[in-house]
């Protein structure tokens, strides 16, 4: 039996390697669409690398692939290939669209011109989260049409903004009905260590809005008595954390932390901290990332430097982003958060607190079969055991796919490597290889899972 599974690993592997220079080509292509979901970003590009999705799953083998038309929102690319007698269906999962990227922004590149470097392929959407969708045309098309389960492939285009498919799932459950979901928009710590992400932290998010004064006054005829509301948010924003940098919201719930350590040094590498500062925090670094809370001001309404003048600031406001636990109540943690943020004002100042946004994070199901086939497919594809973790991001789609198809499992794999792809941010990159041994894992797992126990 081992030397057949030898011989079925090393098979798909090169048959996987055969495919890479095409699979390269085709990325670089889907890349160069500047497909940038947010609002105020042009259509046509987003509309474009639709398109070429679409294509690229035909080209691949899915004939079946059209356009799945969601209400507001742009297209999801959609195809199915009905499962073989009494095997299962694997839903596989990826988004098109990017996040903003600006030259100017500190990229060594163009950002939507892909640029290949020392094995990995550099630009916007390379890691995040094109790459899943060649990894999962590649491992289709290693089966010629007939993979050894049944597939439905999802592709959305939203999945970087407010997502419009959410609402179409809910409303359409059986179209997302399977025995197990296979997310490519994850990866693991770095590139060869292969891991399955097993929990994610939900956010939530508000502003708080402070107002001191009815209107600018002169800072030296004023000031010393008079409250300036900038600095009255600045002390309401640093009760956030204590002295060592932990939350310091109470109340707050905290969740069991995977298996899986998160090695410091590769930490400050992939976070690109400099030289002698500290990490905020204390405990586990895995548990700081993946099991607890964390709380950032990720914007402030005040005036800028440029335009500074020598008066006291009547208003100010700033938007508070909470990562919550896995497994954490979102409406229960955001009003802790609140609570905590209008009992911190300073001199009595009026403090307005509202809230932009809430998501429950996700635990996905233990014992199911999906993962015990997951961890063996990626095993043999990387030639190495294969660790659970955490993720400190989080995917709302997740639990609108959990309800509609309870019974379901979920694997969260990919090729965006936390050491280096710097999803997000600039330089993005893939390394090449690790796209490869996800091919051939994905591969792998579909004859796995196809013999599953009953």
Not at 2 to 7: C, L, S, T, V
Request: aromatic share 6%; glycine share 10%; hydrophobic share 45%.
């Amino acid at each position: 039996m081992a030397g057949a599974n030898d011989d079925l690993t090393g098979g798909m592997a090169a048959r996987a390697q055969a495919l890479m220079p095409e699979v390269t080509r085709d990325l670089a292509d889907l890349v160069r669409c500047a497909s940038v979901s947010l609002p105020g970003h042009p259509e046509a590009p987003v509309r474009a690398a639709a398109e070429r999705t679409l294509a690229l799953l035909k080209k691949y083998g899915l004939s079946s692939a059209r356009f799945m038309e969601i209400p507001g929102g742009y297209p999801a690319v959609y195809a199915e290939i009905p499962a073989p007698p009494g095997a299962p269906t694997v839903l596989l999962y990826a988004h098109y669209d990017v996040q903003p990227a600006k030259p100017e922004d500190g990229w060594a590149t163009d950002p939507f011109v892909p640029v290949e470097k020392d094995s990995r392929l550099f630009g916007r959407g390379t890691a995040d989260d094109k790459s899943g969708i060649l990894i999962i045309a590649a491992a289709l098309s290693l089966f010629s049409g007939h993979p050894p389960v049944g597939v439905k492939v999802v592709i959305e285009g939203e999945e970087e903004t407010e997502s419009h498919l959410d609402a179409y799932v809910a409303a359409h459950p059986g179209i997302f009905s399977c025995d197990a979901f296979v997310i490519l928009d994850n990866g693991n710590l770095a590139v060869r260590q292969p891991a399955l992400t097993t929990t994610l932290r939900g956010v939530v998010s508000c502003t708080v809005d402070v107002s001191t004064l009815d209107h600018p006054v002169h800072s030296g005829m004023f000031g010393g008595a008079a409250p300036d509301a900038l600095v009255a948010l600045i002390a309401i924003l640093s009760t956030l954390h204590d002295p060592s940098g932990r939350v310091a919201v109470r109340g707050l719930a905290v969740s069991a932390q995977p298996e899986s350590e998160y090695p410091e040094a590769l930490y400050r590498e992939g976070a690109g901290i400099l030289p002698g500062t500290a990490l905020t925090g204390t405990g586990p670094l895995g548990a700081r990332l993946w099991s607890e809370p964390s709380v950032s001001v990720i914007g402030i309404d005040a005036a800028s430097v440029a335009g500074s003048a020598n008066i006291l600031i009547p208003r100010a406001r700033a938007k508070v982003s909470l990562r919550i636990a896995p497994d954490a109540d979102p409406a229960r943690e955001l009003s802790l958060l609140m609570a905590h943020l209008r009992s911190a004002a300073p001199w009595g100042a009026k403090v307005e607190v509202t809230e932009t946004g809430r998501s429950a994070g996700f635990v996905c199901p233990a014992g199911h079969p999906a993962t015990a086939a997951a961890k063996a497919a990626l095993a043999a594809a990387f030639h190495c055991p294969v660790r659970e973790k955490g993720s400190g991001g989080s995917i709302p789609l997740l639990a609108l796919l959990h309800a509609a198809a309870p019974e379901a499992g979920f694997v969260l794999i990919g090729a965006e490597d936390t050491a280096c792809s710097r999803i997000h941010g600039t330089n993005e990159s893939v390394d090449l290889g690790e796209v490869e041994r996800c091919i051939t894992g994905l591969a792998l797992f579909f004859e796995g899972f196809s013999r599953r126990p009953q």
